[in-house]
């Protein structure tokens, strides 16, 4: 969805948290015969291309910590920057992420345009929830790229691989094209 496009009442960006009634809801979506090129092109239709280099903030809740290791790695070894949350970060570190690091004010850097991605799956019944949901609304207001699911993340990861993979922007062909082409 367009977060960037949505305001509070007070004026401020919203939270691009999405409740289980509104995951299913979308504007696009992307054809391919592979998952990652076909969820690149979703995304450029809706955002504008994924960022292929850059940093990215991670701040992942408890349940989410095993589950984010593989691919931030995978982030960290096609060259993004990793800085995250200390308790995230620490984790990251123990599982050989080394380049790491702790940050304090993410909205501000996400203000300053720092960030890529921004990937935060904290709800908001945790400790970290009311700063997580300023991270996101920042990331909205900005047009950052937000990441709020594990499952998210690996489709982001895989979009990346296959762009590296073609090395070729991906080829857009309108429905009734891919239509007709099923149809044959």
């Known amino acids: 969805?367009?977060?960037?496009?949505?305001?509070?009442k007070e004026g401020k960006g919203v939270d691009s948290l999405l409740s289980p009634e509104m995951k299913s809801t979308g504007e696009v979506m992307g054809i391919d015969s592979s998952f990652g090129t076909a969820f690149a092109k979703s995304q450029t239709a809706s955002y504008g291309s994924l960022p292929t280099s850059g940093k990215v903030f991670v701040s992942v809740a408890n349940r989410d910590k095993r589950a984010m290791i593989f691919p931030i790695k995978r982030l960290a070894d096609l060259g993004f920057e990793v800085l995250a949350t200390s308790s995230t970060a620490e984790v990251l570190r123990r599982n050989g992420i080394v380049h790491t690091q702790a940050i304090g004010d993410v909205v501000g850097e996400i203000v300053g345009g720092k960030f890529s991605f921004v990937v935060s799956t904290s709800d908001d019944r945790s400790p970290a929830g009311a700063a997580d949901r300023a991270i996101r609304a920042a990331a909205s207001a900005h047009q950052v790229h937000s990441i709020t699911t594990i499952r998210g993340l690996g489709a982001v990861v895989q979009a990346l691989e296959?762009?590296?993979a073609t090395d070729d922007a991906p080829e857009l062909i309108p429905l009734q094209e891919a239509h007709r082409s099923l149809r044959a």
């Open 1 to 8: 969805l367009p977060f960037h496009r949505f305001r509070t």
């Open 162 to 164: 296959a762009s590296v």
